[in-house]
């Protein structure tokens, strides 16, 4: 059974600074991996996914890498922002999610 | 605004009620799931349909009945629910005309007293 996991739980940042949130998963063999935003009592946006013949996708500040290899996804924040506070998930293959990193940035 | 339309946004129910959850997509999407979320525990995936076919169960309680007459709408039909029910219940949809990106509705929020 697929197991993913996201280091770290919680992490809090001051703004303008550059992080990295992890993802990692057990089963190689999966076809694609989504990286999503939940703003406290919300759903989940949609932030990247790549298909597993992918490496990289890139939407604004934000860059997610895939390594289907080693089972591990990275989601780089550049230039981080107050508005970038939530909880990020990622979800491999068929919809099996991690736990999630809540960010905070701080003004 | 995802696409997904997901009723009530907030229930509260006792014990030995009758309630649905209602999920609406018009993204024409084939796929649609119903996940909890309890706090401080990873989205949990409780059913996937596919072409309106049941295709996953996660060992859910059948005190949890889901039904999904169309490709368009998933209902979440609740009886006899525990107070350890109580959470976030979403509903996602997914097409390959949306290149097989998930869509989240924002959620019903379920209190069982």
């Known amino acids: 059974k697929q197991e993913v996991t996201q280091i770290p739980a919680a992490l809090s940042v001051p703004e303008g600074e550059n992080l990295v949130l992890n993802c990692s998963f057990t089963d190689s063999a999966i076809y694609n991996l989504q990286w999503f935003r939940q703003d406290p009592g919300k759903g989940l946006t949609s932030l990247l996914l790549?298909?597993?013949?992918?490496r990289e996708q890139t939407s604004g500040r934000l860059n997610a890498s895939l390594d289907k290899s080693s089972g591990r996804s990275t989601l780089y924040i550049a230039a981080s922002q107050p508005g970038d506070s939530a909880t990020y998930l990622c979800?491999?293959?068929?919809?099996?999610f991690g736990a999630g990193t809540r960010l905070t940035v701080k003004p | 605004e995802t696409g997904v339309t997901q009723t009530p946004r907030h229930l509260v129910m006792g014990m030995t009620n009758k309630k649905s959850l209602k999920c609406e997509q018009h993204l024409g999407h084939n796929a649609m799931y119903w996940y909890k979320q309890s706090a401080k525990k990873p989205l949990e995936l409780m059913f996937v349909?596919?072409?309106?076919?049941?295709?996953e169960n996660n060992s859910v309680p059948s005190r949890f009945s889901p039904e999904c007459p169309n490709s368009s709408h998933l209902f979440l039909h609740l009886h006899t629910l525990q107070p350890e029910d109580s959470a976030l219940y979403l509903c996602a949809s997914r097409g390959p005309n949306s290149g097989n990106t998930i869509y989240f509705g924002e959620g019903s929020w379920l209190t069982v007293v």
């Open positions: 790549i298909q597993s013949s992918q």
């Open positions: 979800a491999v293959g068929d919809m099996r």
């Open positions: 349909y596919n072409f309106k076919e049941q295709t």
